[in-house]
């Protein structure tokens, strides 16, 4: 019986160890890879646009009093305290415009995952509920997303409208425009290596190993 008590205590201490050991690489890893990441600078450049298109897309549309589909305002005005970037030949405003463009990806991840619930499509944009809520109100008010009950009570759905589809086809050149002048200004080569690295750093992102844990 001492024996077989030994045993197991010495198969728990080996588990342990294999665990420990296993802890200490993952962490060691990630430490390797999110230091390359933070002295890569066209790295954290890169990131910090990105953060700051999020915020904005997400602060802003809280203190203007229109959104990007409304033509109210005459056509052509000069930048005002009203419209800060003026307004196109529709009326339209041009901030509000600005801020459609971040909304491209929501476009597309509906495009690709066809009708998913609310919660699919949240963490496919890596959101939270409220926060994609609040990104979908102005697509629904413009028609190009509708949001319906789905096979449960407590499901919703989004789906892409045939305008959806049109406006994402209209988003998708201009989209490549800029791509193309990225590649052109940064050279492919150097593109594919940023893309290659903040793929290998969002599920470290996602998911952080703990030190200690």
């Known amino acids: 019986m001492a024996n077989a008590t030994q045993t197991t205590a010495d198969g ?3 588990a342990d160890a294999v665990r420990h050991e296993f802890d200490a690489k993952a962490r060691s890893q990630t430490s390797i890879i999110l230091g390359r990441f933070v002295r890569h600078r066209l790295a954290m450049v890169s990131l910090g646009v990105l953060v700051l298109l999020a915020l904005v897309a997400i602060v802003v549309p809280f203190f203007l009093p229109y959104n990007f589909a409304d033509t109210s ?4 005005l000069t930048p005002s305290a009203r419209h800060l970037l003026g307004t196109d030949q529709l009326g339209r405003d041009g901030l509000a415009q600005l801020l ?6 929501l476009l597309s991840n509906l495009l690709v995952l066809q009708t998913p619930a609310l919660s699919v499509l949240a963490e496919a944009m890596d959101m939270e509920r409220t926060t994609l809520t609040r990104n979908l109100r ?5 028609g190009w997303v509708t949001v319906q009950p789905g096979a449960s009570a407590r499901r919703r759905e989004a789906r892409l409208t045939p305008i959806g589809r049109a406006k994402w086809e209209q988003g998708k050149s201009l989209w490549r425009l800029g791509q193309n002048a990225l590649n052109a200004s940064l050279g492919e080569a150097e593109v594919a290596r940023l893309h290659q690295m903040v793929d290998q750093c969002l599920p470290l992102l996602r998911n952080p190993v703990r030190g200690g844990h």
């Open 73 to 76: 305002s005459g056509g052509y």
């Open 12 to 14: 728990g201490s080996a």
């Open 138 to 142: 102005p697509l629904i008010t413009a």
């Open 100 to 105: 459609r463009g971040t909304q491209f990806s």
